[in-house]
């Protein structure tokens, strides 16, 4: 099966620097990638997502970026506020199989 | 659009009781709704996958008989925790894909369990 891989998983920055997060994952055949942001206590929240026939995807500060052949995307969030601190998780499925999750970063924004 | 809700946010329950969440899609069809786990500092572990009027597929080493799933309609799926006990304090999230796909998957807000 589907084995996703992150890192790393604490990430502190100060307010204003940019923010990477690195995700692997081992079945060729995954072509959708989404990432979610949890915040104590609620449930994750869809912050952006990338389909394998894309290479990179930006919403405002957030972007994310796929390598097909090496198997691995990345989150790219710039401008980094406080409000952004959050648990940030990669996943990946196949078509619209389950989602197989990596084990989420801790990203503390300090101000 | 592409809300889901799910309740309780929170609930205590007494050893022995049985609890029941609740997940509804609110502005779509879901055809497949998802149950999660998820321990303090860890990721989100499917628990069982169902489909909209047939028996929920349960992963490896989830017991079928303590986690009951039900999947009646389109909207709602339900998860009932039978005889619930300490170690089954947990957060539990559901999440929704819509019909036909394509548009991702939604997930609702939590739903802390905590047995004494």
């Known amino acids: 099966g589907e084995n996703v891989e992150q890192h790393p998983s604490t990430l502190s920055v100060q307010e204003g620097d940019s923010a990477v997060i690195k995700c692997t994952y081992s079945d060729s055949a995954s072509n959708y990638f989404p990432w979610y942001k949890q915040e104590l206590g609620k449930g994750p929240q869809l912050i952006i997502d990338?389909?394998?026939?894309?290479g990179e995807k930006k919403d405002q500060r957030i972007a994310v970026t796929l390598n097909k052949t090496a198997k691995h995307f990345s989150l790219h969030i710039t401008e980094t506020q406080p409000e952004d601190s959050a648990v940030y998780f990669c996943a990946a499925s196949k078509g619209y199989s389950t989602l197989t999750f990596g084990k989420g970063t801790m990203l503390l924004v300090s101000p | 659009g592409a809300v889901v809700s799910q309740h309780p946010s929170r609930v205590i329950c007494k050893s022995g009781t049985s609890v029941k969440i609740e997940c509804r899609s609110l502005d779509f069809q879901a055809t497949t709704m998802f149950w999660y786990r998820q321990f303090p500092k860890q990721s989100l572990m499917l628990m069982a996958t169902s489909n909209e009027g047939s028996k929920a597929t349960y992963e490896q080493g989830v017991e079928k008989d303590k986690f009951l799933i039900n999947h009646a309609s389109l909207t709602l799926s339900t998860l009932t925790v039978t005889s619930a006990h300490p170690e089954d304090s947990s957060f539990y999230i559901c999440?929704?894909?819509?019909?036909?796909?394509?548009?991702?998957?939604?997930f609702g807000s939590g739903t802390r369990l905590t047995v004494v």
């Open positions: 999440s929704a894909s819509r019909s036909g796909g394509g548009y991702g998957y939604t």
């Open positions: 990338i389909r394998s026939n894309v």
